[in-house]
């Protein structure tokens, strides 16, 4: 599925690879019957899986992180796989979808990963260094959302499209890092 070459940027070896290959064939199998992602063939899921990660390129280290609306395991799940030594919190409230991100936890035996299955408003007792999110709601109201897991210095993470300029105004957000990868727009923000 990925060539060492691929992912030599992003300091990833072949137990990542791996892991994709495995994470690959469970969402093909379960992924129809349960309509967990929009794409299904291998390209797509390898394009994701590389939107999930690029990021790892230009963001400082953490030890905790936590992934809102993580779906069918984008980005956080991925995320997970290549941070082995990050304690890692999935938070998606549609039971089916936690459903398969615990059974790929469990098939990859991915001892960081806690899947929490609540909307992150509800969510007590996490406190991480950095906060992710793809495709779940604008910026001012994901940052409203997720004081309940926010620590003093927490780092944002959201994976956003081309509406990025609005939310910033919006969100009165200055402070920020912006890499831009084809259609995706990376918003970091240091804590
Ligand atoms: C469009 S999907 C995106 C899934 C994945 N992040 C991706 O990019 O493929 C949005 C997900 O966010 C979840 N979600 C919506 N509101 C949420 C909230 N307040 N807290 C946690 N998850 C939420 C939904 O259940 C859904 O699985």
């Known amino acids: 599925m990925f060539t060492k070459e691929e992912l030599i940027d992003f300091k990833l070896d072949s137990e990542f690879i791996n892991r994709c290959e495995t994470f690959t064939s469970l969402l093909k199998q379960w992924g129809k019957v349960h309509n967990l992602s929009g794409s299904l063939d291998d390209e797509s899921i390898k394009e994701n899986i590389i939107d999930s990660i690029y ?3 230009f963001i400082d280290s953490f030890d905790s992180f936590a992934d809102i609306g993580t779906g069918a395991g984008y980005p956080g799940l991925i995320l997970a796989m290549a941070n082995s030594d990050a ?3 999935l938070i998606e409230p549609r039971l ?8 790929v936890k469990n098939t990859l035996k991915l001892k960081n990963v806690e899947v929490i299955a609540k909307r992150v408003e509800d969510v007590e ?4 260094d950095l906060i992710t999110s793809r495709a779940v709601t604008n910026t001012k109201l994901l940052m409203d959302i997720t004081e309940t897991i926010k620590k003093e210095n927490s780092s944002f993470l959201f994976y956003k499209g081309s509406l990025l300029n609005d939310e910033l105004e919006e969100a009165k957000i200055n402070n920020q ?3 831009k990868r084809n259609d995706r727009n990376y918003l970091y923000i240091k804590g």
Do not use: H, Q, T
């Not at 089916?96 to 059974?103: C, G, Q, S, T, Y």
């Not at 007792?125 to 991480?128: E, K, Q, R, T, Y």
């Open 55 to 57: 990021p790892l390129s």
């Open 177 to 179: 890092k912006i890499v």
């Open 96 to 103: 089916k979808r936690v459903a398969f991100l615990n059974f």
């Open 125 to 128: 007792g996490v406190n991480v």
């Open 87 to 89: 304690k890692c919190y």
